[in-house]
């Protein structure tokens, strides 16, 4: 009978690579190999132990892939890293049962209170995220903006548009706030000669009236220009009051009244110039010492025949009483000039002089 028994038993290496750690799984066998033993070829049982365990020695260990060539056999695979807590999330990032500022690893990091009336949150050795406190519940300088919190070291400004404010401009009415500041419709207030107009702050001026005050002048001599009562300027009508001068010495430039510069004539035998024989006639300023027409008084003629100055005054020449007649009944020629023979012949206010020789008219 032919003895089967195997000769050897050949295992297949298991290689699991896991990080740079190399492990040999011998526990399974994958193949036997069994030849027939003759009777000759019989061994000892010790022998045939000793030969197994020598044909054991001879199995090559399996070969490795060349990407495992550096790896290196370690007794244990090291376990992950732990992730980092975020104290913000409200998860347990790391697995240490505490989420965020519970979490000791979070002390003094920065996290969200939730208050917007502190700002720089971190969280604290409590387990609580607490901030720094600012107070914003203030007046603002600015009746336009309000102060809230916004959760930064500073209080916010808010506008209050449309709400009612006051600028501090009388010139100006229905006061708003716009766009954080205030500001009102504006208005102008001019005064003038006879209205001195001021604001108030409404949407009218104040007007003072500035009755019998001088005001714009119409150019006009003959008028006063003043206020009246209603800040009106007006232009009354002067009376005998000058105006311009005509240049006349024989004329007087006053205002009629009406509002006119009339130039009157001043009376017959007014004196016009610096000689006393220089005298106004109907207007015009003449010397009676030699004016043909007006010889030695207004009105008297001498026809062409000449007049003579005497004693200041003047005469006509004559050469009979009838061209003196002219000027009066009584007038006589002697010495060859019209005499006077009383005042009644002189003309106005004058007189007739009647010295030794030739009378005359004078003033």
């Known amino acids: 009978?032919?003895?089967?028994?195997?000769?050897?038993?050949?295992?297949?290496?298991?290689?699991?690579?896991?990080?740079?750690?190399?492990?040999?799984?011998?526990?399974?066998?994958?193949?036997?190999?069994?030849?027939?033993?003759?009777?000759a070829d019989a061994l000892p049982p010790d022998?045939?132990?000793?030969?197994?365990?020598?044909?054991?020695?001879d199995i090559a260990p399996p070969a490795l892939p060349d990407a495992w060539a550096d790896a290196t056999l370690v007794d244990a695979v090291p376990p992950p890293p732990?992730?980092?807590?975020?104290?913000?999330?409200?998860?347990?990032?790391d697995g240490d049962g505490a989420v965020d500022c519970d979490d000791p690893d979070c002390l003094d990091a920065p996290c969200d209170d939730g208050e917007l009336c502190t700002y720089d949150d971190r969280c604290a050795a409590a387990g609580t995220c607490?901030?720094?406190?600012?107070?914003?519940?203030?007046?603002?300088?600015?009746?336009?903006?309000?102060?809230?919190?916004?959760?930064?070291?500073?209080?916010?400004?808010?506008?209050?548009?449309?709400?009612p404010c006051d600028d501090a401009d009388p010139c100006t009415h229905d006061d708003l706030c716009r766009d954080g500041a205030c500001a009102g419709e504006p208005i102008t207030c001019l005064s003038d000669a006879c209205v001195e107009r001021g604001c108030d702050g409404s949407a009218a001026c104040v007007e003072v009236v500035l009755g019998?005050?001088?005001?714009?002048?119409?150019?006009?001599?003959?008028?006063?220009?003043?206020?009246?009562?209603?800040?009106?300027?007006?232009?009354?009508?002067?009376?005998?009051?000058?105006?311009a001068d005509d240049g006349n010495p024989c004329t007087a430039d006053v205002?009629?009244?009406?509002?006119?510069?009339?130039?009157?004539?001043?009376r017959d035998g007014a004196q016009c110039g610096a000689a006393r024989?220089?005298?106004?006639?109907?207007?015009?300023?003449?010397?009676?010492?030699?004016?043909?027409?007006?010889?030695?008084g207004c009105g008297i003629t001498c026809d062409g025949?000449?007049?003579?100055?005497?004693?200041?005054?003047?005469?006509?020449?004559?050469?009979?009483?009838?061209?003196?007649?002219?000027?009066?009944?009584?007038?006589?020629?002697?010495?060859?000039?019209?005499?006077c023979q009383s005042n009644a012949d002189c003309p106005g206010a004058m007189a007739c002089a009647e010295p030794p020789g030739t009378n005359y008219c004078h003033f």
Do not use: F
């Open 1 to 39: 009978m032919r003895d089967m028994r195997p000769s050897m038993i050949v295992t297949t290496a298991t290689l699991a690579l896991v990080g740079c750690s190399l492990a040999l799984d011998l526990e399974t066998p994958t193949r036997t190999i069994a030849e027939p033993l003759t009777d």
């Open 47 to 57: 022998a045939t132990d000793a030969a197994d365990a020598a044909a054991a020695d």
């Open 82 to 93: 732990r992730p980092e807590e975020t104290c913000t999330n409200g998860l347990d990032d």
């Open 130 to 163: 607490e901030g720094r406190p600012i107070d914003c519940d203030l007046p603002s300088p600015n009746a336009c903006l309000t102060l809230r919190c916004d959760g930064s070291d500073r209080c916010a400004e808010v506008p209050q548009d449309d709400q």
């Open 212 to 243: 019998g005050a001088a005001c714009a002048g119409d150019d006009n001599a003959c008028t006063d220009d003043v206020c009246d009562a209603a800040g009106r300027c007006v232009h009354t009508a002067r009376v005998s009051a000058g105006c």
């Open 255 to 266: 205002c009629d009244g009406n509002g006119q510069c009339t130039h009157p004539s001043l």
């Open 277 to 296: 024989a220089q005298a106004c006639c109907g207007g015009r300023c003449v010397d009676q010492r030699s004016d043909q027409g007006h010889c030695g």
């Open 305 to 339: 025949r000449g007049c003579d100055e005497v004693a200041g005054s003047g005469a006509c020449r004559c050469a009979s009483d009838a061209v003196c007649r002219q000027h009066g009944p009584t007038w006589t020629c002697y010495q060859n000039l019209c005499n």
